[in-house]
């Protein structure tokens, strides 16, 4: 028998069905969270790196956690959206690879699970006001977490199982192509977990070098052949996602953040996350809830 563990699963945020106009116009959009929507009616747009896309009637569209994108309706549309954190056992999103919008015709099915999702899941929408300065971004998800942890396990596991077959729209062949890796070492496996609970220390390549008794060059070579990158840029998007996630659900202040994941210089930490994210995290904050509204 084959054995196939599958090791994401979501947590969620706000689901519901809005009708918007022009101003849903928004520029630079972030957030540590995925976003699906579905359009039955009108037509607006989403842009990020790659391009724009027309948001029409019949189509299921993904923002992966961490994209920049801008947002546009110029006259009315119908919208179904569903944000959602995710979890994985190593850490990493399922759209590690692929942080871009992403495009689906829908089925048959998909309206009737969105509503679904709204039946099971009620007075989860965006009900605050369409400042992020006015509301308090802590308490907006101990809310939300609060209401997770209040369903029963029916519920719980129906909205799990809405949320997964949703997203599995957007993990076909058609347009999602995983990398061909090669099979990691266990000594690099090893300390991409290391590093994955150890943001906040010192982490080297001298000193991740020493933990698996190897030079610090040969080690760094091994780490970017396995991996793709170089152990300190791994490490640096590492902390910065972090700090995404930090900045979204606390009041850390920048130098308590930065303090958090390692960074003991708050400039540098600046520097570092402006160079990620193409945001200041003064910037990265103001823009972090501007959606779905």
């Known amino acids: 028998m084959i054995k196939r563990n599958f090791q994401h699963t979501f947590s969620l945020l706000n689901v ?10 928004y520029k630079n959009v972030i957030s540590p969270y995925n976003r699906i929507y579905y359009i039955n009616e009108g037509e607006g ?8 896309y027309k948001l029409e009637a019949g189509y299921l569209y993904i923002v992966p956690s961490f994209t920049l994108c801008d947002m546009l309706c110029k006259q009315n549309m119908g919208q179904y959206f569903v944000q959602f954190f995710e979890d994985s056992a190593d850490g990493n999103s399922l759209f590690a690879d692929h942080r871009k919008i ?105 000193q991740l070098a020493l933990r698996l008794n190897q030079n610090a060059d040969y080690f760094s070579r091994q780490f970017k052949l396995y991996t793709g990158t170089r152990p300190v840029h791994y490490i640096n998007e590492k902390r910065v996602e972090r700090a995404q996630y930090l900045m979204a659900t606390s009041r850390m202040t920048y130098s308590e953040i930065s303090k958090q994941i390692g960074f003991e210089d708050l400039s540098y930490f600046s520097k570092t996350f402006k160079r990620f994210t193409g945001l200041s995290p003064k910037d990265y904050k103001k823009q972090m809830f501007s959606v779905g509204l």
Request: aromatic share 10%.
């Open 16 to 25: 519901d069905y809005v009708k918007l106009g022009p101003k849903w116009n």
């Open 45 to 52: 747009e989403l842009s990020d790196s790659y391009g724009t």
């Open 102 to 206: 992403m495009k689906a015709e829908a089925s048959a099915l998909d309206q009737s699970i969105f509503a679904r999702l709204l039946e099971i899941n009620p007075g989860r929408g965006i009900n605050r006001s369409d400042n992020p300065r006015i509301y308090e971004k802590d308490v907006f998800y101990k809310e939300y977490q609060q209401l997770n942890n209040q369903q029963n396990l029916s519920v719980f596991m129906e909205t799990q199982g809405i949320l997964l077959q949703l997203t599995s729209r957007f993990l076909t062949p058609q347009f999602f192509k995983p990398a061909l890796k090669k099979v990691i070492p266990n000594k690099i496996a090893e300390t991409l977990n290391y590093i994955q609970v150890n943001l906040h220390t010192d982490l080297s390549v001298a």
